[in-house]
């Protein structure tokens, strides 16, 4: 079965594959995020040097100024989209037990003088 892509990755082939960029608008379009700024900064994380610009746009009352995402000039001849697979570890979980109460901790107890007491 075939590898689902992740929205990182696809973002990161879009723009290699359009140097002129994309907006939050044909990100939502053509890709399916909704979140751009998010996507941006994950790739941000992973060492793609990625530049944001700012278009005026006509709005119906007048012009307004939208963001536009390019990668760097050199960054479009570096590795393939799929590098970006390689993501950082899990943390190891804890063993230790929680530091709150669990659900049978918290089970009344009558002592004597009938006063009701959780423990």
């Given at each position: 079965?075939?590898?689902k892509v992740?929205?990182?990755e696809a973002l990161l082939?879009?723009?290699?594959k359009h140097p002129e960029g994309i907006d939050r608008q044909k990100a939502k379009d053509e890709l399916g995020i909704y979140e751009l700024p998010r996507r941006i900064c994950d790739l941000r994380e992973r060492g793609i040097a990625i530049v944001k610009t700012e278009k005026k746009v006509p709005s119906r009352y007048n012009a307004t100024r939208i963001k536009v995402y390019k990668l760097e000039p050199d960054e479009e001849k570096k590795a393939p989209a799929t590098a970006i697979d390689e993501r950082p570890p899990d943390k190891a979980e804890d063993p230790s037990p929680a530091p709150y109460q669990t659900a049978k901790s918290l089970e009344p107890k009558i002592e004597k003088?009938?006063?009701?007491r959780f423990l």
């Open positions: 079965m075939a590898r992740s929205q990182a082939a879009y723009l290699r003088g009938g006063q009701t």
